[in-house]
């Protein structure tokens, strides 16, 4: 097993695992069926763009593969040495990357947090979007108050959003990753975008957060509905 992790931390280990596990990907978004929720997300998400992204941790997967050929989009990656391979795998379909993850305070100030969190306002303000899980580190399904302070300093809405297939294996960790199949029905759900005013205060941002759980939450509910229904869409 020691030998196995040691190889896994050589990069030419993590570039072949990235390579594959985006081909992998690829291979699942063009062999699933989409429905999308509204029908007319991405033209709506053009509108406001750019725009903040955001999804429950393990259940990200598939996230690069719904940005369109046209959409300029930067994702938030861990510093992890695991984090690397998510990078390749992003990068090499088409979704730029950040690296740093804030704290289970909810604010970006560690891991490298305060260089990131610039790093997204300023992707944000040369009209490219961030997407990132809304978790704190470790704790599933509690969205943390770094992606809300982002929407606030930058001006820009978040876009709860989930995408689920109905071919999937589900990992037994504190986020529950789901390793999405190909050859199944697929669905992209996205909440109404929550904007926070510049002017809120602690009480108006705990309340974002709160309502970004909940839309996220109900998005997620809806995506799985969507591929479980018998025939499809319910």
Do not use: C
């Amino acid at each position: 097993m020691r030998v196995w992790r040691q190889i896994g931390r050589q990069r030419w280990a993590k570039v072949t695992i990235g390579v594959v596990a985006a081909e992998y990907l690829r291979f699942v978004g063009k062999t699933t069926r989409f429905t999308l929720e509204p029908e007319d997300i991405y033209a709506r998400g053009e509108a406001d763009m750019p725009i903040i992204l955001a999804f429950w941790h393990g259940q990200h997967l598939l996230a690069p593969m719904a940005r369109q050929s046209n959409h300029r989009v930067n994702m938030l990656v861990s510093r992890h040495h695991d984090g690397e391979v998510n990078a390749i795998a992003a990068q090499r379909l088409g979704v730029g990357t950040i690296r740093g993850s804030g704290n289970h305070g909810g604010s970006f100030v560690h891991k490298a947090g305060v260089a990131a969190f610039q790093a997204m306002l300023d992707s944000l303000a040369e009209g490219s979007s961030i997407a990132l899980s809304a978790d704190v580190p470790k704790v599933a399904r509690v969205a943390g108050m770094g992606i809300i302070k982002l929407a606030q300093a930058s001006g820009r809405p978040i876009y709860p959003s989930a995408i689920a297939t109905s071919r999937r294996y589900i990992l037994n960790n504190w986020d529950r990753t789901t390793i999405n199949l190909p050859f199944g029905r697929g669905a992209g759900v996205a909440a109404e975008p929550l904007l926070v005013p510049r002017e809120a205060d602690d009480d108006a941002l705990e309340a974002a957060r709160q309502l970004l759980e909940e839309r996220l939450n109900a998005a997620t509910q809806r995506a799985y509905e969507m591929v479980d229904a018998p025939g499809g869409k319910s």
